[in-house]
Each structure stands twice: as C-alpha cells, then as structure tokens.
C-alpha cells in the first residue's frame, strides 16, 4: 500500500493524558497536513509542512497541540493533558509540490481519539 | 481566506435517480476545487478535480462536476446513482495557499 498511513487507528485516553499520532505520507511527497474532523462537519485545517519545516499553523491549533516532521518524512501530531474536546478523528495528508494546479492532496484513514 | 458552503446537508434518493449536490465558495482569487468521497469506514477518497480548462469535469464512478466562476459553485452530478454511492461527500476549495478548506459535507443516501 503506497497512500498516506496513519497509527494508531484508534485511541482512548484519560483526559489529561497525552497522546502522539503519527504519519507517513506518500513516498515523495513533499508537503504534509493535518486536519481534525468532528461529526457531522468537515475536515479542518490544523497544520501543514513542507519538507521539515512547519509553515502554517491554524489558530485551532493550541498550546497543547505540537506537530513535528524531523526529517522531512513522517510526520507526529502530539497533544498533551487531552481535553474531551479533542475528541475527534485527526487526518494526516499529504501532496507533492507540482505547482499550484498540481496539487492534488491524499488523505489517510484517519487517526480517532476519544477522550473520556 | 476562503470558505465553502455544501447546500444539503442530507439526501435521500433512490437507486436510478439523479444526484446533483450544490457548492459554493467564496474566494475572489483563482482556486482548485475538489470533491471528496468517504464511504462507510473508509477514508477520504479524491472524487474529481478542477484546476483549470473545461469546467466540466469528469471524475470516478460516473461522476462529474460543473465548475461555473461567475456564480462561485461547482456542483457535482451524477445522472444514475447506485445503492454503492451511499457516502458522504465533501466539497473543497484551495487557493494559492495551497490548504484545503472544506465544506460541511453532504451525506447521501441511496435506497435499494
């Protein structure tokens, strides 16, 4: 399988606990996202590299969320002291830079987290 | 920054019917603009895609979208739906800062 991989599939966590996802985009790709998706809505932007380097973070983004790709290749999405409200299903992306009408972006199956 | 508006939020038809989903976005600039398709337990899957020329375009499974830029919309279609297109479908746009917004999403559901 060459897509974009993401594990765990599935977290429970104590709230206040900390959990780090993590992301393997498709071989090449150079740019890597990541969104949160909630029920009944659609995916939101939380953050988004290119290469290692993290260019845009969105301002759902808090404190307690940090997202790495060290070496421009996998990529980890930690949160820490988990609130319920960080419940939701957390997607991992990625594309390759071939100009802005080239950009076409792959999606994971998704990283679920239930804070109880 | 731009946002997409899907105008459904649920469909229900039957088998053999037409589906036509609406979307809009508001955004002045030039965009790409994608459907997206995540069945029952799977993940995303890229529908179809506009980034330029024709603005109808055809995409998998019997799908196509129209993209119109004087009225912002790109409303996907498909002239005969199956009991296997039961999902829900996401409208996206991106703009020169290259992430992607989405809309709220469509669920479809298609009766035997």
């Known amino acids: 399988d060459t897509g974009v991989s993401q594990n765990p599939r599935h977290k429970i966590t104590k709230r206040g606990q900390n959990v780090t996802f993590r992301c393997d985009p498709i071989s090449e790709h150079n740019r890597l996202y990541w969104y949160r998706q909630t029920l009944g809505q659609g995916p939101e932007f939380l953050t988004y590299f290119q290469n290692e380097a993290q260019l845009e973070k969105s301002r759902l983004l808090s404190d307690r969320f940090s997202a790495e790709r060290p070496k421009g290749s996998f990529s980890t999405l930690e949160i820490q002291r988990t609130e319920q409200g960080d419940s939701a299903m957390y997607l991992c992306?990625?594309?390759?830079?071939?100009?802005?009408?080239?950009?076409?972006?792959?999606f994971g199956e998704g990283s679920w987290l239930t804070v109880v | 920054a731009q946002s997409v508006s899907q105008h459904n939020h649920h469909v229900i038809l039957s088998e053999a019917a037409s589906l036509e989903l609406g979307c809009n976005y508001s955004y002045g600039g030039t965009v790409n603009l994608f459907w997206y398709v995540q069945y029952p337990g799977q993940h995303l899957q890229l529908l179809l895609k506009?980034?330029?020329?024709?603005?109808l375009v055809k995409g998998i499974k019997g799908f196509e979208a129209e993209f119109i830029k004087s009225k912002f919309s790109f409303n996907l279609r498909k002239p005969s739906v199956q009991w296997s297109d039961t999902a829900e479908y996401f409208c996206a746009v991106n703009a020169r800062d290259y992430k992607l917004s989405f809309g709220a999403g469509t669920t479809v559901t298609v009766r035997a």
């Open positions: 992306a990625s594309s390759l830079d071939a100009g802005f009408e080239g950009n076409t972006i792959y």
């Open positions: 506009y980034f330029s020329g024709d603005p």
